[in-house]
């Protein structure tokens, strides 16, 4: 692959990148995701009991970025919804490696040579062509401190994801207030499909489509990439809960809405700027 910014290259240099799939999905999967290849005793499938300590490992990685948001994962959600149908790619790490309180936080304090998971992407096939669901993000970075932080593990792990699944569109859900969205428009725009969303457990969670540029995404790996400023012909604050209904009811009127940047501010709600497209 091309240069990496030198974030992204340590977590390459300290981790080690694994897909969790049935395994007849395997020869679907691009098993070397920008030329780094997944290594053959990094590839679970998910009925076999060799899969059982790394899916233990999610669970808990789960529970530490889900918990707080009352979305943590029953363990046949992420089986039937993920591992089996879909994908999870993400990086991890032998215990020995880990600080202390990481081991805590995994239950992994006996065994040093222990695979831990750090990060996971779970996305799930739609039945339109090309198309996933992505379905989790989660990353240690909650967890890890000072020099044992990975910075863009989170953006790191998405990207790499998305060139195993071989994704063309990506669909996903997020909560207005998520602290991901930065991750999610590294990407590019986010088309917005609806802006709120009572069939979902957090109404106020918007659905986009990504329509996924290999190219584009790797270039934002790179060390000369700069985050854009964001700016938009129209802005929300995530509390607004007003705007976000009358954005919805634009959306259901035909208008065409992308989100293209977020702004954390000192006190107060981010701000999401928005841009018309297409
Ligand atoms: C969201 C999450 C995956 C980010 O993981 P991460 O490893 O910290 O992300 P990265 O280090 O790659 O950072 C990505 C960007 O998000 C920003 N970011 C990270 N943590 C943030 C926070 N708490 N608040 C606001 N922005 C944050 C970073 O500044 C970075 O932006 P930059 O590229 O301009 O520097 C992680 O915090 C997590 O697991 N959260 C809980 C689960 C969740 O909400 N998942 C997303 C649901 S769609």
Same mark, same amino acid.
Not at 49 to 55: A, D, E, K, Y
Not at 114 to 134: C, D, K, Q, T
């Given at each position: 692959?091309? &240069?990496?910014?030198?974030?992204?290259?340590?977590?390459?240099? @300290?981790?080690?990148?694994?897909?969790?799939?049935?395994?007849?999905? $395997?020869?679907?999967?691009?098993?070397?995701?920008?030329?780094?290849?997944?290594?053959? /005793?990094?590839?679970?499938?998910?009925?076999?009991?060799?899969?059982?300590?790394?899916?233990?490992?999610?669970?808990?990685?789960?529970?530490? =970025?889900?918990?707080?948001?009352?979305?943590?994962?029953?363990? $046949? #959600?992420?089986? !039937?919804?993920?591992?089996?149908?879909?994908?999870?790619?993400?990086?991890?790490?032998?215990?020995?490696?880990?600080?202390?309180?990481?081991?805590?936080?995994?239950?992994?304090?006996?065994?040093?040579?222990?695979?831990?998971?750090? =990060?996971? $992407?779970?996305?799930?096939?739609?039945?339109?062509?090309?198309?996933?669901?992505?379905?989790?993000?989660?990353? /240690?970075?909650?967890?890890?401190?000072?020099?044992?932080?990975?910075?863009?593990?989170?953006?790191?792990? %998405?990207?790499?994801? #998305?060139?195993? =699944?071989? #994704?063309? %569109?990506?669909?996903? /859900?997020?909560?207005?207030?998520?602290?991901?969205?930065?991750?999610?428009?590294?990407?590019?725009?986010?088309?917005?499909? =609806? &802006?709120?969303?009572? @069939?979902?457990?957090?109404?106020?969670?918007?659905?986009?489509?990504?329509?996924?540029?290999?190219?584009?995404?790797?270039?934002?790996?790179?060390?000369?990439?700069? *985050?854009?400023?964001?700016?938009?012909?129209?802005?929300?604050? &995530?509390? !607004?809960?007003? /705007?976000? *209904?009358?954005?919805?009811? !634009?959306?259901?009127?035909?208008?065409? $809405?992308?989100?293209?940047?977020?702004?954390?501010?000192?006190?107060?709600?981010?701000?999401?700027?928005?841009?018309?497209?297409?």
């Amino acid at each position: 692959m091309r &240069a990496l910014a030198p974030r992204y290259r340590r977590i390459l240099d @300290a981790c080690e990148p694994f897909l969790i799939s049935w395994r007849g999905n $395997w020869s679907s999967i691009n098993m070397a995701p920008f030329g780094v290849e997944i290594p053959a /005793a990094r590839r679970y499938c998910p009925t076999q009991l060799r899969s059982r300590g790394v899916i233990d490992g999610l669970h808990l990685l789960d529970g530490l =970025s889900f918990g707080p948001q009352e979305m943590r994962m029953p363990r $046949w #959600v992420l089986f !039937d919804c993920g591992e089996f149908p879909g994908i999870v790619f993400g990086f991890g790490r032998r215990a020995g490696d880990l600080p202390h309180q990481a081991r805590v936080a995994y239950e992994a304090l006996e065994d040093d040579e222990a695979f831990i998971p750090l =990060s996971m $992407w779970v996305a799930i096939r739609n039945i339109e062509g090309g198309a996933f669901f992505g379905h989790n993000l989660s990353s /240690a970075n909650l967890i890890l401190e000072g020099e044992d932080a990975l910075p863009g593990l989170g953006i790191l792990t %998405k990207a790499f994801g #998305v060139a195993a =699944s071989g #994704v063309r %569109k990506q669909y996903g /859900a997020t909560q207005w207030d998520s602290t991901s969205l930065n991750v999610h428009l590294t990407y590019g725009d986010l088309q917005l499909l =609806s &802006a709120y969303t009572p @069939a979902h457990t957090h109404e106020e969670t918007f659905s986009y489509l990504l329509n996924v540029d290999l190219e584009r995404i790797e270039a934002t790996l790179a060390p000369d990439w700069r *985050r854009p400023s964001p700016m938009g012909a129209r802005t929300l604050l &995530a509390d !607004d809960t007003a /705007a976000i *209904r009358q954005l919805h009811a !634009d959306l259901e009127a035909g208008q065409r $809405w992308s989100l293209t940047g977020v702004e954390r501010r000192a006190e107060g709600a981010q701000r999401l700027h928005l841009n018309r497209h297409g």
